[in-house]
Each structure stands twice: as C-alpha cells, then as structure tokens.
C-alpha cells in the first residue's frame, strides 16, 4: 500500500482520539470558514466546502458548530481571517512532504513548522522544491469486508473515478477532486461508507523506506499534523507490507 494510504489510514485513526477531546473541530472549523469565503456557503455549488462539512460529519461535529464557521465564512459572523499557506520540504531520508496550513499569523507559523521539520531530521525547503511531485485528489479508502472490487469499481468509475485498486483488506479509490462529490454520493446510495474521505495531495511516485526510515518520517508527519494550524500533510514515501507489519508489532 501506498504511502498516503497508510498515512490516511493513521490519520484516521487519530483523528478518531483527537475529535474526543474537541481537538480536531478546531481545525475543521478553519477548513470550512476558508472554503465557505473562497466558494460560498453552497454545499452544492463548493466543493470544497462539502469536503470540509463532509470530513466534520465524519468526527461527530456539532451541526451548530459547523453552521456558525459556513457563517463566519460568508461573512455573516465575525470570524479571525486565516490565510493559505502550503510549507514544502524534505523529511528524513529526503521524502518530500507537502504540509497545507491555514494561519491567522504567519509570522508564528512559519518557525514553528521549520523548527518541527528540523527536530525530525528534515528541512523546511523554498516554496516549489516538492509541489511537482503531488496532484490534488480525492481519496476514499472502503473496507474490503463492504464490497466487492468488481462492483465497487463499477460504482466509482461509473461516478468519475481513476482508479480503484485493492491492497490487503482495503479498497483504495482516487478520483479528480471535481468528482469527489459525485463518487461520495455513489457510495452513499449503494450504503458502502468510507472510512477515509478527503481532498489530498497525492504522490506522483514514492520512495519505498525500510524500518527505521519508517518510523522517523511517521512521527514527523504525527508532529506536523498535531499542530494547531496544519490542515492536512502529504509525502511521498511508501512502507512495504512486511514493514508496516512489524511496525505495527511493536
């Protein structure tokens, strides 16, 4: 399985232990605020926002709470005014990673994601160094135990999906992010729900790491996404099967 694959599936995983604490909604709620300004408050017409709205879905938050950032966004509530900013560098072993923020300060951003990038053996490079390396997708990750490869290919491509591939007991299926909403909604009507949903930046080509190349570039992508202002990390680093299973041994 892909890099990103592992990462997402992590990822997920966290993001379960982080909701429980409220932890994620504060992210959550700066990606919609941000998609609500840039595409208005439309979930029909923003795709980004439905991603946004569909990722809070999925963490259990509060509907109120998602109403009141599609506010802030439109301009209806008083809100902080988070910018955009994309940090590119390399982690250990010379992954590249892609680290989306949204910031209300930028001054104090910026130290903070290159003193973490430092920590981890890495460093934070010049706007451009990696981005030629990753496209934009939408990720979706399904249980193998929901259904089969043939029909859930049928359902994806149908939708305007990729690819649809299977690793181990995971179905992963890429699609342009045009058609992210429209292979969410084939999967909602066939009742097959994703365990990872989301907007990514994936890896053109990965570089496969052994175990100990493994663990450092997970923690620094663990560090990099406990951080307040950090949306969402990518790199292009591949773990083999036998790898990632002592790993999770450990």
Not at 51 to 70: C, L
Not at 211 to 240: C, G, T, W, Y
Request: proline residues 4%; hydrophobic residues 40%.
């Amino acid at each position: 399985m892909s890099g990103h694959s592992h990462w997402a599936g992590i990822k997920h995983k966290k993001a379960l232990v982080d909701a429980k604490r409220g932890k994620l909604w504060s992210k959550l709620s700066k990606a919609i605020i941000v998609a609500a300004k840039m595409g208005g408050g439309d979930l029909d017409m923003n795709i980004r926002l439905r991603a946004a709205v569909d990722a809070a879905k999925a963490v259990s938050m509060p509907k109120d709470n998602i109403a009141r950032a599609i506010k802030k966004g439109t301009g209806d509530l008083e809100g902080s005014i988070f910018e955009e900013v994309v940090y590119e560098g390399y982690g250990p072993c010379g992954v590249a990673v892609m680290c989306e923020v949204l910031t209300d300060n930028r001054n104090r951003t910026a130290p903070e994601i290159r003193k973490i990038f430092e920590l981890a053996d890495g460093k934070l490079g010049a706007t451009g160094c990696v981005a030629w390396m990753f496209g934009k997708k939408g990720l979706l990750i399904v249980s193998a135990d929901k259904t089969d490869e043939d029909s859930l290919m049928e359902i994806c491509l149908d939708a305007g999906a990729d690819d649809v591939r299977r690793d181990g007991d995971k179905f992963e299926i890429v699609c342009p992010p045009e058609a992210h909403p429209a292979v969410v909604q084939a999967l909602a009507d066939a009742k097959i729900e994703p365990e990872v949903n989301e907007l990514s930046l994936l890896p053109n080509n990965t570089v496969d790491l052994d175990a100990d190349a493994a663990r450092k570039v997970l923690k620094l992508m663990e560090s990099l996404d406990d951080h307040d202002d950090v949306q969402s990390v990518s790199s292009n680093f591949n773990i083999p099967d036998e790898v990632m299973a002592a790993l999770d041994d450990e």
